[in-house]
Nanobody, 126 residues
Framework: QVQLVESGGGLVQPGGSLRLSCAAS????????MGWFRQAPGKEREFVAR????????DYAGSVKGRFTISRDNAKNMVYLQMNSLKPEDTAVYYC???????????????????WGQGTQVTVSS
């Protein structure tokens, strides 16, 4: 089981940037793919980005591709989401999640993730 704690959310103006961090503990972090998801008010939680266990395989939702970058530092048990050119529609609670299978590339499906953080709020507004 992986314990996950997100941080780095906040209020930012349109066009601004934020970097979200996710600290992991409790297991062999480096063996698990990681994902970022988000949930806007009144909407279902959706996939944002994922990164494979080794960091060499990434995937992004079309709405964030080219603006967001997912990365990981296995030595520090950390996953990051760099968010640039933020838009009001990026406003949501952002969650990181750990895949349930070792040594996978992850998935866009929430069912592939076993452990979730508590979320961090990102608000994009002028």
């Amino acid at each position: 089981q992986v314990q996950l704690v997100e941080s780095g959310g906040g209020l930012v103006q349109p066009g601004g940037s934020l970097r979200l961090s996710c600290a992991a503990s409790g297991t062999i972090f480096s063996g698990y793919a990681m994902g970022w998801f988000r949930q806007a008010p009144g909407k279902e939680r959706e996939f944002v980005a994922r990164i494979g266990w080794s960091g060499g395989n990434t995937d992004y939702a079309g709405s964030v591709k080219g603006r967001f970058t997912i990365s990981r530092d296995n030595a520090k048990n950390m996953v990051y989401l760099q968010m640039n050119s933020l838009k009001p529609e990026d406003t949501a609670v952002y969650y990181c999640a750990a895949a349930s299978s070792l040594y996978s590339y992850g998935s866009r499906s929430q069912q592939a993730y076993n452990d979730w953080g508590q979320g961090t709020q990102v608000t994009v507004s002028s």
